[in-house]
Nanobody, 119 residues
Framework: QVQLVESGGGLVQAGGSLRLSCAAS????????VAWFRQTPGKERRFVAS????????YYADSVKSRFTISRDNAKNMVYLQMNSLNPEDTAVYYC????????????WGQGTQVTVSS
């Protein structure tokens, strides 16, 4: 089994920055791509960014491109999301999710971390 734990959320003013961390434990050898999603009350969880198992491929939602950067340190079983130029529309619960070795779907999810951006 794989466990994912997010941290780094909090309250920040518009224009500020936060770095989210996702720590993986358990059978980390079975993890492939990792992604960040976010969700606001009453809305569907939406894709933010993903990174391939090797870290060589990254993908971003248009709404965060050029502001957010996803990275990973496989030696430490960590994935990060550096968020810059935050605006109130970025307010959400951010979830870390991981694909298994089949790379089909995201069977592993963290509990989420709240990010609140004040105007």
């Amino acid at each position: 089994q794989v466990q994912l734990v997010e941290s780094g959320g909090g309250l920040v003013q518009a224009g500020g920055s936060l770095r989210l961390s996702c720590a993986a434990s358990g059978r980390t050898s079975s993890i492939n791509d990792v992604a960040w999603f976010r969700q606001t009350p009453g809305k569907e969880r939406r894709f933010v960014a993903s990174i391939s198992g090797s870290g060589g491929g990254t993908y971003y939602a248009d709404s965060v491109k050029s502001r957010f950067t996803i990275s990973r340190d496989n030696a430490k079983n960590m994935v990060y999301l550096q968020m810059n130029s935050l605006n109130p529309e970025d307010t959400a619960v951010y979830y870390c999710a991981a694909k298994g070795l089949t790379n089909l779907g995201y069977p592993y999810w963290g509990q989420g971390t709240q990010v609140t951006v004040s105007s």
